[in-house]
Nanobody, 121 residues
Framework: QVQLVESGGGLVQPGGSLRLSCVAS????????MGWYRQAPGKQRELVAA???????SYAHSVKGRFTISRDEPKNAVYLQMDSLNPEDTAVYYC???????????????WGKGTEVTVSS
């Protein structure tokens, strides 16, 4: 019913920047939260940044001051501007959204398939 499609990953040198995009489509009645997670090789998936609809963003400590999350709520889109990237940011980045597909307001978590970010010289 709902699909999240990410784009914007790739290979970048340390100190460089990338911008990730994610758009949700399908039967969407309400979107409560959109955010980004990442999973590095051999590690658990972790929250990078998230933004509640109409609210302020929240960030993992490791990316605060370097990454910026933003949303286009009418388009059901979320973006992650990543600056001052370092090798520790190398991971698969996943878009996540809490979306209700009906008038009852019960939200379900949806995930994108992920986009790979590699920071290396």
């Amino acid at each position: 019913q709902v699909q999240l499609v990410e784009s914007g990953g790739g290979l970048v040198q340390p100190g460089g920047s990338l911008r990730l995009s994610c758009v949700a489509s399908g039967t969407i009645f309400s979107t409560y939260v959109m955010g980004w997670y990442r999973q590095a090789p051999g590690k658990q998936r972790e929250l990078v940044a998230a933004m509640v609809t109409g609210g302020s963003p929240s960030y993992a400590h490791s990316v605060k001051g370097r990454f910026t999350i933003s949303r286009d709520e009418p388009k059901n889109a979320v973006y992650l501007q990543m600056d001052s990237l370092n090798p520790e940011d190398t991971a698969v980045y996943y878009c996540q959204a809490a979306i209700s597909t009906n008038i009852f307001g019960i939200a379900t978590d949806y995930w994108g398939k992920g986009t790979e970010v590699t920071v290396s010289s």
